[in-house]
């Protein structure tokens, strides 16, 4: 027997910035600062990344490129792990991810790579609740995921080793 099933989730769309409640503001002005520090010399394409603590603190991280390019680290990852680093154990509330180039203007929300999806849904399946994700590019409108699950669908995580 053959079952076929949908998989689909709600998102929420602001049409800018402005329209973000103030903690959505805060915390995606943070990631906006983080992206204007961003090391990205050979992409030119720079990404900040702002997590909310269960405590109220916001950890910041931007992408980080190397000349050798594997080397270089993308900014949800510098901040996942930053966070990690920091307050292990510690629930994160949410993630707020905004990129620019300095090619070409940005005007849809950057979302993370397959890489660091996987790398936030560790943490988001290790504390059991999930991890709100706001997308921006650098202008125009603002994506509301409500779990990073949504993003990795049929993910992988520490269960299937047990
Ligand atoms: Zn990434």
Same mark, same amino acid.
């Given at each position: 027997?053959?079952?076929?099933?949908?998989?689909?989730?709600?998102?929420?769309?602001?049409?800018?910035? @402005?329209?973000? #409640?103030?903690?959505?503001?805060?915390?995606?002005? &943070?990631?906006?600062? $983080?992206?204007?520090? =961003?090391? %990205?010399?050979?992409?030119?394409?720079?990404?900040?990344?702002?997590?909310?603590?269960?405590?109220?603190?916001?950890?910041?991280?931007? @992408?980080?490129? #190397?000349?050798?390019?594997?080397?270089?680290?993308? &900014?949800?990852?510098? $901040?996942?792990?930053? =966070?990690? %680093?920091?307050?292990?154990?510690?629930?994160?509330?949410?993630?707020?991810?905004?990129?620019?180039?300095?090619?070409?203007?940005?005007?849809?929300?950057?979302?993370?790579?397959?890489?660091?999806?996987?790398?936030?849904?560790?943490?988001?399946?290790?504390?059991?609740?999930?991890?709100?994700?706001?997308?921006?590019?650098?202008?125009?409108?603002?994506?509301?995921?409500?779990?990073?699950?949504?993003?990795?669908?049929?993910?992988?995580?520490?269960?299937?080793?047990?």
């Amino acid at each position: 027997m053959i079952n076929r099933k949908k998989i689909s989730f709600d998102v929420t769309v602001y049409d800018a910035f @402005n329209e973000l #409640n103030d903690a959505g503001q805060t915390l995606m002005s &943070a990631a906006v600062k $983080a992206r204007q520090r =961003a090391y %990205a010399p050979y992409s030119s394409f720079n990404v900040g990344a702002s997590v909310l603590m269960d405590n109220g603190e916001i950890i910041e991280g931007n @992408n980080q490129e #190397n000349a050798s390019y594997p080397s270089g680290l993308c &900014a949800e990852r510098v $901040a996942i792990f930053y =966070a990690g %680093a920091k307050y292990p154990g510690m629930s994160i509330r949410a993630i707020a991810i905004t990129a620019a180039s300095l090619n070409h203007e940005v005007s849809e929300p950057a979302a993370p790579c397959g890489n660091c999806r996987q790398a936030i849904s560790e943490y988001e399946f290790r504390q059991g609740e999930p991890i709100r994700i706001l997308l921006m590019g650098e202008t125009g409108s603002v994506i509301e995921c409500n779990s990073l699950a949504d993003l990795l669908p049929l993910g992988f995580n520490s269960s299937f080793l047990n």
